[in-house]
């Protein structure tokens, strides 16, 4: 198949979709737990866990059952028939289940559409490679992430103005969109021939079995290179990014309910704020590439930690000492807010682009996917523990421990940084015209 960047942009709408899901996700649903259901903010942070939860339990599987699957549409576009529109609908279902009050039926609604989701986020990951040649990935990748990044801007920003008018609005809205980008991609990106074909009866058990084999087997392996290396960079590096993953996935699920409960304002101002990093990351994220090539992924990195983690200190001390007079965007003490946040948002950008490829440049080719799944193993732990983690915090202490206890995971994340050794760039120095693709 020929390759296009038109199509990847529209691959990207899938990315897109998917985004705006999440982002309003993370910013309401703690809200909806707190304020209706009354659940403390523990018990909010393990609801929250959910998505991490599906991700890690069945993204391999799918991923691998996708592998396997040919009909006439192709191997990835049935469990996007399937996923989207059923996560949509349980989606546009949440403001439904809360105006009932029923926790059972709420609790229903949100495992249900995060089943859903995790349905066909795996396909529609791997379907950037399936139409892409190795060369152009990089290109592709950076496109797609664009276009997730866009995603989240709108649903912060865009989320603000329907939020305020009535909760269930972004809701309806969101599913809408996602449900129509990911039409975007079923009509207009084909898959190559050779996966548009009647395939085999696959035996389930016998898939559960290999994609169990394979996966956690590969893992086990690479995770011996982890402990059992006598020099401890890719150790150092792992934990690093488990420790800067818990202090912003703990800002990112409970930001919006510390700006209701502790700031006392809209949680819609909160979520906006929140679009600010995201705005910031992603005007940054290529300079930020550029910076890790010039002068070194670990100074990038570590400069990065040192600026978002300065970034969450002045927020908390501007929290604790001045309030919000009124929730509007133009107030001096949120314009404040947005203004460490930008910043925050660049420093995430410098330590985000730049971790990846550290891990991927410690080993050898073959082993390319495996520590993937590493960095990526390590951070999904993190988004694990970490809303439970800071719940628990909220739950003794109160709502001025948020920042603090991000900022205390970042120093730590900047102090393990110093151990690691390898995973710079060590065969050339490149320029900014390596970065950019090749439009047709």
């Known amino acids: 198949m020929e390759f296009k960047y038109r199509r990847i942009f529209l691959l990207g709408f899938g990315f897109f979709g998917i985004s705006i899901i999440w982002s309003l996700y993370n910013a309401y649903i703690p809200i909806f737990l707190q304020d209706t259901f009354k659940m403390s903010r523990t018990v909010t942070g393990f609801v929250m866990t959910i998505d991490n939860l599906f991700a890690v339990l069945l993204l391999p599987f799918l991923g691998a059952l996708s592998d396997k699957t040919r009909t006439r549409l192709g191997r990835r576009k049935p469990y996007i ?44 990951i791997a379907f950037m490679p399936d139409i892409t040649p190795s060369e152009k990935r990089s290109q592709a990748n950076g496109i797609i992430n664009f276009m997730g990044g866009v995603g989240a801007l709108l649903a912060y920003f865009g989320g603000k103005v329907l939020y305020d008018m009535n909760y269930a609005y972004p809701f309806f809205v969101g599913a809408a969109i996602m449900l129509l980008a990911n039409l975007l991609v079923v009509l207009f990106v084909p898959e190559p021939e050779e996966y548009r074909v009647s395939g085999e009866k696959i035996s389930l058990r016998k898939l559960l079995s290999e994609t169990s084999k394979k996966s956690f087997g590969e893992l086990k392996e690479n995770l011996k290179d982890v402990f059992a290396s006598h020099e401890k960079s890719l150790f150092f590096m792992l934990l690093s990014i488990f420790f800067w993953f818990v202090a912003f996935n703990s800002v990112e699920t409970f930001f919006t309910s510390y700006a209701k409960y502790h700031l006392g304002i809209e949680e819609s101002t909160g979520a906006f704020m929140m679009g600010v990093v995201s705005l910031s990351f992603m005007l940054f994220a290529i300079p930020a590439g550029l910076l890790g090539g010039r002068v070194g992924r ?69 082993k390319l996917g495996g520590y993937t799944g590493l960095y990526y193993f390590f951070s999904q732990a993190a988004n694990l523990v970490a809303p439970p983690l800071a719940g628990a915090f909220l739950d003794v202490i109160g709502y001025k421990t948020l920042l603090p206890f991000a900022v205390a995971f970042f120093l730590i994340a900047t102090i393990t940084m110093q151990f690691v050794k390898r995973g710079d760039i060590v065969r050339y120095k490149g320029d900014a015209l390596d970065y950019v693709p090749d439009m047709d």
């Open 81 to 124: 028939l399937m996923g989207a529109p059923s996560a949509a609908l349980m989606f546009a279902l949440i403001p439904v289940a809360r105006a009932y009050e029923n926790l059972a039926l709420f609790m229903g609604t949100i495992i249900l559409m995060n089943f859903f989701m995790a349905l066909f986020r795996s396909p529609v």
């Open 298 to 366: 670990k100074k990038t990195i570590t400069a990065g930690l040192i600026i978002v983690g300065a970034a969450m200190l002045g927020a908390y001390l501007l929290g604790e000492t001045s309030k919000p007079g009124s929730s509007a965007l133009t107030d001096p003490v949120v314009l404040k807010f947005m203004v460490l946040f930008f910043f925050g948002g660049i420093g995430w950008a410098m330590v985000n682009v730049n971790s990846l490829p550290m891990v991927v440049d410690m080993t050898t080719e073959e």
